[in-house]
């Protein structure tokens, strides 16, 4: 059980994990196109936290599901986070030739392959929760199915990606960008804690305090990745000199709505929240409570 | 029943149900984005043959499934060919400013929005078919969701569009543009029967001949798809000053590699072959055989 291991343990047992599940699906087969899988291999299993597998897996385990249950719906969500990232960072998107210091999959590739990639990553997703192999109960399946699709759909994730670009360069408030943040990572903070607690078949109640504790954590990873975006740690930046100026101003940033200090405020208060909506699982959602820490302090 | 009508009277009423069910799908709800939304309804909504659902609804009437019970199916095969079209007319892929007459999702409105469209309806496709409306037993709704993403995968569809591309302006074999064709048409041809089959509870032995009709039927569209975009006549084109040059020379077609004479005969060979696999079914095949006829002579 990751749940039992110190929280460094913990995510790198899990990393590895779903880095050997992630590579074995993506394996070259009859009739296949080897440069689109290439392309779908250089982004899925490139450097990551994996803190999506890393929920999903640590709340089946919350409920007694074993990890080796839920790598498979773990390894979906992760190329459902891996599609997002491909076509955020497109020319007609955000524009990044750089994700984590790799050359984004347009620069290494082309624009045609990353947004087929892309759409071949978010397709497999699918695939795989459809598969007896990722769970044996038909209606376990369709109930992660349903649960990624919406999350990650026209009323989730897509729609925040939307409303990001729509907002570009627009001044907007602290209450729409905290919408905005919801949508492109709370859902999917949201989608990873509801689904590990599916395969755990945890209560109604379970799963509504575990979703409060998702959403706080999102909107505390996105605030925190603004800060040291405004920062200029992101992206391989930390030349002094290079971080007097803001990377990427024109995005939609709550540094340059509400100002840093009020920014650090608001991470303080999301790490208290969402420790409160953890209580009610006692101590076994210790490693939960060490990640919110490790959200809050993390510095890349 | 669709299968008992005239095959003129089936195809209409089929898409004025589909099209009724993919408007009542695509209904704004709170706190959902109404730019994403209004582009997903224009392409989804915008005049198409729906010779996908067609085949979907006329293969579960086949096996006794009422239509009503294969329209949530329907509709969602029609997202993800329509996500498809969408994604396949950008910039950075075949380039196209107009589909049936209308602006492409990105000259309507933009990059950013076409590419998130596409993403939302290929999601929604498999919110769809994860729902108890679509099918009471979850494990028909999972048999569903795996043909339709292994179909429209990388294993499918996608890998398609990327060999397509791939081969722009080379000169290729015949062998290599029917598996092109195969993958980007015949896949979602053979899904839409499949999943029709599947929702008819059809046996093991009445797929397998209707997957053998659909590759052909799929392959016979596609070539049928090429000869009149070789005479010009697809995208509105009927000028006769307009027919000397064939629109789009640098895509793959058939037309130019065997020429429009063995391409003609390919057509004839096509339609007895698919008429062959539907002997299995006897008289109830009745509207499958004219819908062979309709697409090897359609004239848009």
């Given amino acids: 059980m990751i749940l039992d291991k110190s929280l460094k343990e913990a995510l790198f047992t899990c990393s590895i994990l779903v880095q050997k599940k992630m590579s074995d699906l993506l394996?070259?087969?009859?009739?296949?196109?080897?440069?689109?899988l290439e392309a779908m291999r250089y982004s899925a299993l490139s450097e990551g936290k994996r803190l999506r597998p890393f929920l999903l897996i640590t709340c089946a385990n919350l409920f007694g599901a074993p990890t080796i249950?839920?790598?498979?719906?773990?390894?979906?969500?992760?190329?459902?986070?891996?599609?997002?990232?491909?076509?955020?960072?497109?020319?007609?998107?955000d524009n990044d030739d750089f994700r984590r210091g790799n050359l984004t999959s347009h620069k290494?590739?082309?624009?045609?392959?990353?947004?087929?990639?892309?759409?071949?990553?978010?397709?497999y997703a699918f695939e795989i929760l459809s598969s007896a192999k990722t769970h044996e109960d038909?209606?376990?399946?369709?109930?992660?199915?349903?649960?990624?699709?919406?999350?990650?759909?026209?009323?989730?994730?897509?729609?925040?990606?939307?409303?990001?670009?729509?907002?570009?360069?627009?001044?907007?408030?602290?209450?729409k960008i905290a919408n905005i943040h919801r949508l492109k990572t709370g859902e999917l903070f949201m989608a990873s804690c509801e689904m590990g607690a599916v395969i755990g078949k945890a209560s109604n109640e379970d799963k509504k305090h575990l979703k409060y504790f998702a959403h706080d954590l999102g909107l505390l990873?996105?605030?925190?990745?603004?800060?040291?975006?405004?920062?200029?740690?992101?992206?391989?930046?930390?030349?002094?000199?290079?971080?007097t100026k803001p990377k990427n101003s024109d995005n939609i940033s709550i540094v340059h709505t509400i100002g840093i200090e009020a920014a650090n405020q608001q991470i303080e208060?999301?790490?208290?929240?969402?420790?409160?909506?953890?209580?009610?699982?006692?101590?076994?959602?210790?490693?939960?409570?060490?990640?919110?820490?490790?959200?809050?302090?993390?510095?890349?």
Avoid: W
């Fill in 27 to 36: 394996i070259l087969e009859e009739s296949q196109d080897s440069h689109l």
């Fill in 69 to 93: 249950s839920s790598l498979n719906a773990a390894a979906a969500i992760e190329f459902v986070h891996t599609y997002s990232l491909i076509h955020d960072d497109l020319p007609a998107m």
């Fill in 108 to 123: 290494k590739f082309d624009e045609a392959t990353a947004i087929l990639a892309g759409d071949a990553l978010l397709t």
């Fill in 138 to 175: 038909p209606l376990i399946r369709c109930e992660l199915i349903k649960i990624l699709s919406r999350s990650s759909g026209f009323r989730g994730m897509v729609s925040g990606q939307m409303i990001d670009i729509e907002n570009k360069n627009k001044k907007i408030t602290k209450e």
């Fill in 221 to 243: 990873f996105q605030i925190k990745d603004d800060i040291l975006d405004y920062k200029g740690i992101k992206r391989g930046k930390t030349d002094i000199d290079e971080i």
């Fill in 269 to 300: 208060l999301l790490c208290d929240q969402s420790k409160t909506h953890l209580k009610y699982f006692g101590h076994k959602a210790r490693i939960l409570n060490e990640l919110i820490d490790y959200v809050s302090l993390r510095s890349s």
